[in-house]
């Protein structure tokens, strides 16, 4: 995973923005954040997204330990795709667990720990590297899709059973003329 970018400061109306002046860096002391949010840009993948400022649930504990604030939870969002089987667009939600501790001070042993700005925190670079890694990386409409067919690009779920083509590898062209030129019944020896 790539590292994180140093945070110089944190947009307080940012609905990433979380103020933690009331947990008072006293160990033990939690609570709770539920909190809808737009989803930025650019959580998504090719086949896979959350579209741009749809609703994201933050269902956050926050609670503070001796070296910094501990935020764990769960985050919900829509996700629109495309099958990788049959191509037909699909709607679902996606729902994943999150945990990170911010620092109080940076740590030089690990520069990748989110720190706090003050006494705020920005959710924004955890929630996206939680929910972008939650996405499935071929997303199906049903587990059982049969697909498109590879000769003629129909969903084979709406083609009859019985199907095909008479596609011939030019490879096997002149056999099968061959073939075509024996009698249909064997000979009797």
Known sequence: MPARPAMTSIDPRSPFAVDTRELERRAGSMRTLDRDVAAPADWGLELVTVPAGAAVQLRLRLESVMDGVLVSGDVTAPVTAECGRCLEPLRTALRVPVQELFAYEPDPADADLPVLTGDLLDLEPVLRDAVVLGL??????????PGLCPGCGAKRADLPPDHSHDDIDPRWEALTRLHDGLPDTPEEN
């Open 136 to 145: 499935p990386l071929n997303p199906v409409c049903d587990e059982n899709c």
